[in-house]
């Protein structure tokens, strides 16, 4: 499995700000998603990532509010633009190898 | 839209006794099926999975139970440790796009 580390892992923001937050893996893969977990709560798909393409973004989510980055098979980078309180979450980024993905640590994202 | 739901949101159990947490899926398409634990401030790992050809798949005091009939998926804990206690999530998997749809997680407590 891909090792795969997160930055930062927590950070506290003010409202109107952005945070782009980064994801290393330590083996090239094809797929990578983001995806956005409230407290207490599942995980929800805001976009899957594959180098070399578009980032494919689910219902919900736009390309203005999370633009995110794909550069290489081993980095990505999700921003979350003009935050509000209601972008409070954990931020975590996957890769996928066939069906299985393996998650980062996350990132605890506070806006005040 | 399609979901994927957990019967009990919360489980407790006596160390050393088996945990069996359910699962209800509602896309009959659906091929992939995964079991992921969550611990505390950290990303899902992957326990177990199961593809729809098969109905039963054991690993490591891990057990998945698959009932395409009435779309039913369970994962079965042997001999429940305090470090099982966790939040474990059910995901499913259709086509080929590679992506999940995760259900709302039920929490183990593991009484010591």
């Known amino acids: 499995s891909a090792v795969i580390s997160q930055k930062p892992s927590r950070d506290i923001c003010q409202r109107g700000t952005s945070l782009t937050i980064q994801c290393q893996v330590d083996?090239?893969?094809?797929?990578m998603f983001w995806y956005r977990q409230q407290p207490g709560q599942s995980l929800t798909l805001i976009a899957t990532?594959?180098?070399?393409?578009?980032?494919?973004?689910e219902s919900g989510f736009v390309i203005d509010k999370f633009p995110i980055s794909r550069p290489n098979l081993t980095f990505s980078t999700l921003t979350v633009s003009n935050m509000s309180p209601e972008d409070s979450s954990i931020y975590l980024c996957?890769?996928?190898?066939?069906?299985?993905?393996?998650f980062g640590p996350g990132t605890r994202l506070t806006v005040t | 839209g399609e979901s994927v739901g957990l019967h009990l949101p919360t489980l407790s159990v006596q160390e050393g006794d088996n945990s069996i947490i359910n699962c209800a899926y509602s896309?009959?398409?659906?091929?992939?099926f995964i079991w992921y634990k969550q611990e505390s401030g950290k990303g899902p790992q992957f326990i177990i999975d199961?593809?729809?050809n098969m109905d039963k798949r054991q690993g490591q005091r891990v057990t998945v139970l698959l009932n395409k009939t009435v779309k039913h998926l369970s994962l079965q804990i042997a001999a429940t440790q305090p470090g099982d206690s966790a939040v474990y999530f059910c995901?499913?998997?259709?086509?080929?796009?590679?992506?999940?749809?995760w259900g709302l997680g039920t929490s183990l407590a593991v009484n010591p």
């Open positions: 996957s890769v996928g190898t066939g069906w299985e993905q393996y």
């Open positions: 083996s090239q893969v094809t797929m």
């Open positions: 990532a594959n180098q070399g393409s578009e980032a494919t973004y």
């Open positions: 896309n009959s398409a659906s091929d992939y």
């Open positions: 199961i593809r729809s």
């Open positions: 995901a499913e998997g259709a086509g080929n796009n590679r992506k999940l749809i």
